[in-house]
């Protein structure tokens, strides 16, 4: 691998570790600050809401803006300077006493949000043309911070309150900054355009992406309806208390992080469209079902496929929006994700009404409906651009292999860099220890052994919440947290509770590639395909 690949992928890793710390912290608060403005500040309701307007206005108004930016400056720099200020937003949310202060932090949110994301998505994009699967990489990393982030949010509250989860949220924007300070610069510099021509190509942008911004709107505001819709049954339908509801979701986020690579594959195999209209058809098929779930539980199975759909729905528009963009990807992502915004706003206006107005089964259909539409509008929308219903398969991960550029690259498929990089000799790479399946089973049960000793500790210390789980009543203990409320002590076992769940989701996780790889085995004795004594000689 040359120094030039290896500069690229690790400016990629960072930016991707950046964003598993941004996007944390930006769903946790915004899941949390309704909450929290009651119940700290004293607002209103409709001061609430004119706070979460704020913030989402300054943000649809920044996101052009924004994409100007990264397309004329380096983007790092962009995205370091809005993840800085979505940390001062959070550190203004800890000291605020009064509406005044919120508001200001909102609007410090709202525009750091904006440059830090489509900056990223800009920065995601420039190895596109050599690798498919980037965006997919990207929303799983978003995943995971959300999903690990509401797991440590929502068990240590208790323990440090509003204001300590602000602060470790902001302390982890702050990580996030160095990080992509520290990236590489990008290999191919953006052409910097005077004030004039940047706002020429941005209406141009705009007018050239308009079926797909028309598509990207129309699908999230079915989206944003249904899961607002979905909130408001689980709150007042089913009773459910704050910390329940993000549960019900919490799986579906799990699920989204650890399949959107996977789901590439499916879009290499059968293309963008015929991917498009069937995921559109699953998310159709969740929300009439909605209609007639039982129980939360099952509400949760079903919203695991939901968001399965998502996680197939958008690194595919991502990546045909960075296509159509060519070197202007900036201006692309920009006024993506202020169509994406602007459907969310209205979904969630509609689906206040639909929820008022008529009942539940009918509000479901409804959303239902919308959904079904999307499965026709979408990919039309993805043909209208010109862009390859196909992308090529992302290169393989072994580390062996060096990386060869694409002699002769496709044009919609040049990114921000707008050339092809000349092939160079590859340096030697030390060949890497094969992760078999009896080292991946060896490294797991090292993980355990660590964990079982830590849990032993906190059993003796009477710090255990696996202890509490089964003494203490086991509904109580998984949705409270068992009651350790305050100070050190509440940290620990808090720390223990979250270790829990990720100890779960990892056994989860690797005993399902154990297995996938159990099946794809070869009948005789197990060796690896490629060092089997049976393909030898092929």
């Not at 052994?449 to 009543?473: M, N, R």
């Amino acid at each position: 691998m040359t120094k030039h690949s290896r500069a690229r992928r690790r400016r990629e890793g960072n930016t991707l570790l950046a964003a598993t710390l941004t996007n944390g912290p930006t769903e946790l608060i915004d899941f949390l600050l309704p909450l929290w403005a009651g119940a700290a500040i004293g607002l209103g309701a409709t001061e609430v809401g004119i706070l979460l307007a704020v913030e989402m206005a300054v943000s649809v108004v920044m996101r052009p803006l924004a994409g100007v930016l990264a397309d004329t400056y380096e983007r790092r720099y962009v995205a370091a300077a809005g993840a800085a200020l979505y940390a001062l937003s959070t550190l203004g949310y800890a000291l605020a006493q009064s509406a005044p202060l919120a508001y200001a932090a909102a609007a410090v949110g709202g525009a750091g949000g904006a440059l830090l994301w489509v900056a990223v998505r800009a920065i995601i994009s420039e190895r596109l043309a050599e690798d498919s699967a980037v965006f997919p990489r990207l929303l799983a990393a978003q995943e995971n911070g959300s999903w690990i982030a509401f797991l440590v949010g929502m068990t240590l509250i208790s323990a440090i309150d509003y204001q300590g989860v602000f602060l470790a949220c902001a302390a982890a924007c702050v990580v996030a900054t160095v990080l992509l300070l520290a990236s590489p610069s990008r290999a191919v510099p953006g052409k910097r355009a005077d004030e004039g021509v940047a706002a020429a190509g941005l209406g141009a942008m705009g007018r050239r992406l308009r079926p797909m911004l028309f598509a990207v709107a129309f699908t999230m505001t079915a989206e944003a309806a249904i899961s607002l819709l979905l909130v408001l049954h689980l709150q007042r339908g089913f009773g459910l208390e704050v910390l329940e509801v993000a549960f019900v979701f919490l799986p579906g986020a799990i699920a989204m992080s650890m399949a959107a690579e996977r789901l590439h594959t499916f879009v290499v195999r059968y293309g963008r469209t015929r991917v498009l209209t069937f995921a559109s058809l699953s998310s159709a098929a969740f929300a009439a079902n909605l209609a007639w779930a039982p129980h939360p539980v099952v509400i949760a199975a079903l919203w695991i496929l939901s968001g399965l759909a998502w996680a197939a729905v958008m690194p595919i528009q991502q990546a045909v929006i960075a296509e159509a963009s060519g070197e202007q990807t900036g201006r692309g992502m920009g006024v993506y994700e202020s169509a994406s915004l602007l459907g969310a706003l209205a979904g969630s206006l509609a689906a206040g009404t639909l929820y008022d107005s008529v009942e539940w089964a009918v509000a479901c259909l409804v959303a239902a409906a919308a959904l079904l539409a999307g499965s026709v509008i979408v990919p039309r929308a993805v043909r209208s651009l010109g862009v390859a219903d196909v992308p090529p398969p992302a290169p393989p991960k072994s580390p062996e292999e060096p990386e060869q550029p694409s002699e002769q690259p496709s044009e919609h498929l040049l990114g921000a860099a707008g050339r092809s990089v000349p092939a160079a000799t590859p340096e030697p790479v030390p060949e890497a220890v094969p992760r078999t399946p009896r080292r991946q089973v060896r490294e797991l049960g090292a993980r355990l052994a660590v964990f079982a000793a830590a849990q032993v500790a906190l059993l003796l210390l009477g710090l255990s919440w696996i202890e509490d789980l089964f003494t203490k009543g086991f509904t109580t203990t998984l949705m409270s947290g068992g009651g350790r409320n305050s100070g050190f002590e509440g940290l620990v076992y808090g720390g223990g509770r979250i270790w829990t769940f990720i100890v779960l989701v990892d056994l989860c996780w690797s005993c399902g590639r154990l297995l996938v790889a159990r099946i794809r085995r070869p009948a005789s004795g197990g060796a690896p395909p490629e060092k089997s004594p049976l393909n030898a000689g092929r």
